[in-house]
């Protein structure tokens, strides 16, 4: 079964700073990955979206990295801004069981002006 | 504008009552899900369809019954049986269901009075 791991669950960061938000799987057969942002009360939205067969998107001031070997993915935000604080969940695909995808908790990023 | 629109935004349900969650998209997605997220969680499947009049159980099925008799058309219904329904529900679609990005709608918040 796949198990999807968000660590830190909060992170609260001065404006301006470069920060790494982190997410791990343990079942590496994967489709993709997908990082999504969400605000509070609202839906999701997608950031950034990582075929198995690549290593890394990149979306403005984002960056997200895949090592499907390791089991793990980054999504590196450069530059932050109050306006990014919000709750970013990462999804994972699975290439087995109808391509279901397993969620992590998220990690809850405030960025103090 | 293309898009997943969910409808109503809030809903309170007594208890005992079955209630219908609407999802629309005119995104022409094969695939439609629907998530339940409770607080401070990720997401949890508890129904998608690859395709048009046909879906399949996800992780939390029960409680819950879906149609896909439209094409951009995947409504929830939480029945009685659901025994802790007040959650956030989330419906998303994707192009085809195995390695394409998802898109989701704004939610609903369910609250049983």
């Known amino acids: 079964k796949q198990e999807v791991t968000q660590i830190p669950a909060a992170l609260s960061v001065p404006e301006g700073e470069n920060l790494v938000l982190n997410c791990s799987f343990t079942d590496s057969a994967i489709y993709n990955l997908q990082w999504f942002r969400q605000d509070p009360g609202k839906g999701l939205t997608s950031l950034l979206l990582i075929q198995s067969s690549q290593r890394e998107q990149t979306s403005g001031r984002l960056n997200a990295s895949l090592d499907k070997s390791s089991g793990r993915s980054t999504l590196y935000i450069a530059a932050s801004q109050p306006g990014d604080s919000a709750t970013y969940l990462c999804?994972?695909?699975?290439?087995?069981?109808?391509?279901?995808?397993?969620f992590g908790d998220g990690t809850t990023l405030t960025v103090k002006p | 504008d293309g898009g997943i629109t969910q409808s109503p935004k809030y809903l309170f349900r007594k208890e005992g009552q079955n209630v219908t969650l609407s999802c629309e998209q005119n995104l022409n997605h094969d695939a439609m899900y629907w998530y339940r997220q409770d607080p401070g969680q990720g997401l949890r499947l508890i129904y998608y369809s690859q395709i048009v009049n046909d879906f399949q159980k996800g992780d939390i099925a029960e409680g819950y019954s879906v149609s896909r008799e439209k094409k951009e058309s995947f409504p929830l219904t939480v029945t009685s049986a659901q025994k802790n329904p007040t959650a956030f529900y989330l419906c998303?679609?994707?192009?085809?269901?195995?390695?394409?990005?998802?898109?989701f709608g704004q939610g609903t918040r369910l609250t049983v009075v």
């Open positions: 998303a679609s994707s192009l085809k269901w195995d390695n394409t990005e998802a898109f």
């Open positions: 999804a994972v695909r699975r290439n087995t069981n109808a391509g279901k995808s397993t």
